[in-house]
């Protein structure tokens, strides 16, 4: 699976952002996909992921003000992200795995229930 965002760029504390992911090789359906990000001198965390019903879940610090979605027809992937804050500043990766709907999960804290496999090459969201 080959993965390529866009829709990074600054925006004000308080403002919004639409990230995309197009993925292409074989067996998108199939695939959990999520949003992971990675500030300057923090480990990476997961933000979002959504399996191949249409199932979401999202890390705490997000809940009520990202929503992650996917459009099988057009094998993509968003991230909508409203009340965007300066510690939301981060470069953002898509992912993939291949796997059941059990191990697609972002957990509360921000960890995945299950290592993704295939990345993107990050885009960059800056909030100030």
């Known amino acids: 699976v080959q993965l390529v965002e866009s829709g990074g760029g600054s925006v004000p504390n308080g403002g919004s952002l639409r990230l995309s992911c197009v993925a292409s090789?074989?067996?998108?359906?199939?695939?959990?996909m999520g949003w992971f990000r990675q500030a300057p001198g923090k480990e990476r965390e997961g933000v979002a992921a959504?399996?191949?019903?249409?199932?979401?879940s999202y890390a705490d610090f997000v809940t009520r003000r990202f929503t992650i979605s996917r459009d099988t027809a057009e094998n993509a992937l968003h991230l909508e992200m409203n009340m965007l804050k300066p510690e939301d500043t981060a470069k953002y990766y898509c992912?993939?795995?291949?796997?059941?709907?059990?191990?697609?999960?972002?957990?509360?804290?921000?960890?995945?229930?299950?290592?993704?496999?295939?990345w993107g090459q990050g885009t960059q969201v800056t909030v100030s």
């Open positions: 959504i399996d191949n019903a249409g199932r979401s």
């Open positions: 992912a993939a795995r291949k796997g059941p709907a059990w191990s697609c999960g972002i957990q509360a804290q921000g960890a995945p229930v299950m290592e993704y496999d295939y």
């Open positions: 090789g074989s067996d998108y359906s199939s695939t959990c």
